[in-house]
């Protein structure tokens, strides 16, 4: 598995010598993998290897004893290992949102901050596994093009040497190499939706193709070069669109409905979800407005896309007083009014 990573690195040029790298470490099979791949390559590559481990407080004991477990293989590599506590449970109900999506959230805070505390990489030990789960999971709650991208190999300082590797390869690395490790009993449960995923959904497409997951794969890649392409395109159609006063409609639909709605997913800047694009769209010839996140609104009208800060007023609450024959500025807004 090695050498199939090393061509992973190749590919996607993930690391290169005399990187620092912090391995985000949960005990499973995957990320010991991972520790132990790298750390391998560790002289040959000049490797500063670290490692990170949080406790989500979900397990109890079991989660405890998962943090044992990292620190032992840590001291067996002679690897520094970072540790932290998140009561996950009471964060997503004070958040209200998932466990799974706090726990996510929170691993990557953590990640990100011994990043810019070490100057080290983040390597992740996401597999191909774990991206045809995400793929389905995407595709069921209506995936764009990004969405469809499934897992990128590389997310700004963030590396997954693993990617091109199966989990069944993965356990068989295990195996080969006599590498213990540890299991999340939650994997093993059907309330969390990647888990059906995992045991339910995954197993009967690989009857209908067994090597599933690299077909995945393949196609998540070739949708990452769209989305790449989309969003150079993207880029392209909000520069020549963009006046003084917002960005010209007449130029925006000339592009094809996939570049429009990319361009107009940047422009709303995370404020607009899918459905939001497409009432914009409609609003674009027909003008009018649309209520976005953020407290923003999408405003179309005499041939200008604009996006607007919500007030809490909608009319002028104020009055002024004209003299007669007389002449009267005032500032509304950004605009110097004569009367």
Known sequence: ??????????????????????????????????????????????????????N??????????????????????????????????????????????????????????????????IATAHTASDNAETLIFNITR????????????KRGNIIRPLIEQTREQIEAYCLENKLSYVT?????????????IRSQIIPLLKTL?????????????????????????AEKAIEESKTDYGYDINILEKNYKAVLHAAL?????????????????????????????DGKTAVCTQGILRIVEKTEKSQIDFLLEIPPNGEISFEFGDTNVCA
């Open 56 to 121: 989500h407080g979900i397990r109890g004991e079991e989660a405890d004893r998962d943090e044992r477990f990292c620190k032992i293989l840590c001291e067996n590599y002679n690897v520094e290992l970072f540790t932290a506590h998140r009561d996950i449970p009471s964060l997503s109900k004070s958040q209200r949102i998932s466990e799974e999506l706090c726990g996510r959230n929170e691993r990557y805070a953590f990640f990100k901050e011994l990043s810019k505390k070490t100057g080290a990489k």
């Open 265 to 293: 997913a940047k422009i709303c800047g995370g404020s607009a979800e899918n459905h939001h694009i497409e009432a914009i769209t409609e609003k674009l010839s027909t003008g009018g407005s649309v209520s976005l996140t």
């Open 142 to 153: 209506g995936a764009s093009v990004s969405g469809a991208s499934g897992i990128p190999p």
């Open 184 to 196: 999340d009993s939650t994997n093993l449960s059907t309330d969390y939706t990647r888990n059906k």
């Open 209 to 233: 193709n067994p090597s599933f997951e690299s077909a995945a794969l393949r196609f998540t890649q070739s949708a990452a070069e769209a989305k790449e392409y989309l969003e150079i395109s």
């Open 1 to 54: 598995m090695v050498n199939r990573v090393l061509r992973t690195n190749k590919k996607f040029s993930l690391f290169e010598n005399g990187d620092k790298i912090i391995v985000a470490l949960s005990g499973g099979a995957d990320s010991v993998s991972l520790l132990h791949v790298l750390n391998s390559l560790k002289e040959q590559y000049g490797l500063t290897l670290y490692a990170a481990h949080l």
